[in-house]
């Protein structure tokens, strides 16, 4: 039960994750009424066709009226061969699509999980280690300043008052400004800003606490009774030791953040970003689309997750790789 | 780093030609602000503890025996702690050090080795690497060189197989090979002072033995002065050259190691040694309850324990500390305040409590240095006869232990 067993089965795990996520969309899939066929269906007949007869054409030009297992290994190959399919409401192939508009979702998104970790983390040590000062009051009052202020009201008043009344930054995302300009510096500042809040909040709140636990731990008392700074207790005990649970709620807030967050924030700021592809796709019912930004969260999500299995091995020699 | 390590080696030649103490602690008080109000964890306590020697804080849990340990180079937390009083380590007063001052003699000068090997040991770091890294703070070394010391080192903590277990993590060790490694990274800085704090307590009886064992061999390879803390009458009759016991934040009694056995002067002392087991009795506890910390009892505070206790035990004008008479036959005639063959003592130390200079002038008047025996207890006073302490009630005082060491 060694370490590479650990990684082979963690690995295979994810594999077996991502099949069963799949299935259990093409499931979905198949209990929901298609839309498209109802659409064109119902066109026809209000020019006067036979309502069934359409529908049944449209499925048949799709391959939608074969057996369930047909379709389904259909399904499982195409996904596979990265064939998914054709986004009609953005007139391009899906994964053209979403190649189209990561880039604009990254843009604001890295930059945010990186602040909010640094700052997070940062914050909650030093509250951690300074508590019932007044500091330590400010850093929690920010804290939940940031919980309890709902994302899109924070953007718009962000946007009031600094792309309206202050004139500072612009009120809403150019697409056609070039990536590496201070422009598209200002243009981010404030998704980035929005979208950090709500992740400082949480990484402050959790850092402080497994930080408080550890400062009182018999080991960092060991550690500066060998004479050691509070810097290097902070960096080499409490921090290294704190980082284990840390780190899985990172990544599960980078997650929520995803999901939630970029739908919210993409829409206000008019980013054409992964998170308002999904959006139209969905009113708009495109199929194959909705279909793709529904599973790449669901991949991004059990690749975070086995990144995280992986790291406990750096982490903490304590795991136990027999027992997982 | 290097220079203040040679710096100190030499100054402990002068102190010890001096017969100053190496560490004299002179009404030390530790008080904690909480939300129940001040406790005064350790309230005016004093103690010497010399080169070489081997000194024991003994008492009950909550008698302020830890926070007295952790005083000294302040590793209590503070706020909410608050530590006063002198604390002279080779005469430099470490209660008005600054902390940077304080984190070169933690380590170097005065190490610790803590109660729970379990939690003492960082669960992420290798054992080798929690071993160097106290030569790593004080010594400006390689990371190579710091392994290769902290090898040497596990090597005389009698770890086996050192070069293999250094790379292993605490999870992979017994709980006796954690203390070891605890003390191997207590002793790595060379200090002259190690306080040991409880670190048997946690241990199975046959590991207990060889941790003490092995102290004890390194103290003398080492020379080097220890303040073990044991609520253990046992571990104490084996390892101390005197012994302190503490009682609700107050000394109780301070004396040599056989005189205390022989001859308790303090009904509190008495009392915990009729609680020793393994003497053909089961073993007891004191009846009673330590008294509230925010608000101790005036007088004696373990008056409201004691069988003994008379009305003046309970006021302000009890005494502090006593000089008990050497021979207890003397005693029991009555002349409580006479020390035998040294009238002078007989001079009671007013009700001041035992500063440095009185408790000088107390060791001077016996046979040498170290052999004033002192008890808080009133049945020492002037005008009070010590029998009292066998009049109405008779503790089950268990045997002299003189043979025990």
Known sequence: ?324 | MQSTHGDSMSRRHTTTDQAEPLLRITDLRTQFDTDDGVVRAVDGVSFEVNAGETVCLVGESGSGKTVTAESITRLVECPPGEITGRIEFRGENLTTASAARLREIRGAEIAHVFQNPQDALNPVISVGKQVAETVRIHEDVSERAARKRAIDLLDRAEVPDPATTADAYPHELSGGMKQRVLVAAALAGDPDLLVADEPTTALDVTIQAQILDLLADLQREMGMAVLFITHDLGVVARVADRVVVLYAGKVMESAPVDSLFADPGHPYTRALLACLPGRGRESGSIPGDLPSPTDPPTGCRFAPRCPFAVEACTTDSHPSLYPVAQEPDTDRDGAGTTAGDSPDVSTPLSAAPLDGAASRDLETTGDGVNTAHVAACIFHGPDRDAAHLDREVSWTVAEPDGGGR
């Open chain 1, 1 to 324: 039960m060694g370490m590479e067993w650990y990684v082979v089965r963690r690995v295979a795990w994810a594999v077996v994750a991502t099949y069963l996520a799949v299935s259990l969309t093409f499931g979905l899939l198949m209990v929901t009424p298609n839309a498209g066929a109802d659409v064109a269906a119902a066109q026809a007949a209000a020019s006067g066709q036979d309502y069934d007869a359409v529908r049944e054409r449209y499925l048949e030009r799709r391959g939608l009226d074969r057996p369930v297992e047909e379709q389904y290994i259909d399904y499982i190959t195409n996904i596979l061969t990265f064939d998914w399919g054709y986004s009609f409401s953005q007139g391009e192939p899906v994964l053209a699509a979403i190649g189209d508009a990561w880039v604009y979702s990254a843009q604001y998104f890295v930059p945010a999980i990186i602040i909010s970790a640094l700052l997070g983390y940062g914050i909650g040590l030093y509250s951690a280690l300074n508590r019932y000062t007044p500091t330590d009051y400010l850093g929690s009052f920010v804290a939940y300043f940031g919980i309890s202020i709902p994302n899109f009201w924070f953007a718009i008043v962000l946007i009031l008052l600094f792309g309206v009344v202050l004139r500072l930054l612009p009120t809403f995302y150019d697409s056609s400004v070039a990536l590496l300009s201070v422009q598209n510096v200002k243009q981010l500042l404030m998704p980035v800003v929005v979208l950090s809040t709500a992740s400082v909040a949480g990484q402050m709140r959790y850092s402080r606490a497994q930080a408080i636990e550890y400062a009182r731990s018999a080991f960092v008392k060991t550690a500066r009774a060998k004479g050691a700074s509070e810097w290097r207790v902070l960096t080499r005990h409490i921090l290294r030791v704190a980082l284990v649970p840390l780190s899985t709620i990172l990544i599960a807030d980078v997650l929520a953040v995803l999901f939630a967050g970029s739908f919210i924030i993409e829409t206000i700021f008019q980013i054409p970003g992964l998170g308002r592809l999904a959006l139209e796709a969905i009113q708009q019912k495109d199929t194959p689309l909705v279909l793709a930004t529904t599973l790449i969260p669901v991949f991004i999500a059990i690749i975070g997750n086995l990144l995280q299995d992986l790291a406990y091995v750096a982490l903490d020699p304590r795991i136990d790789y027999g027992d997982r």
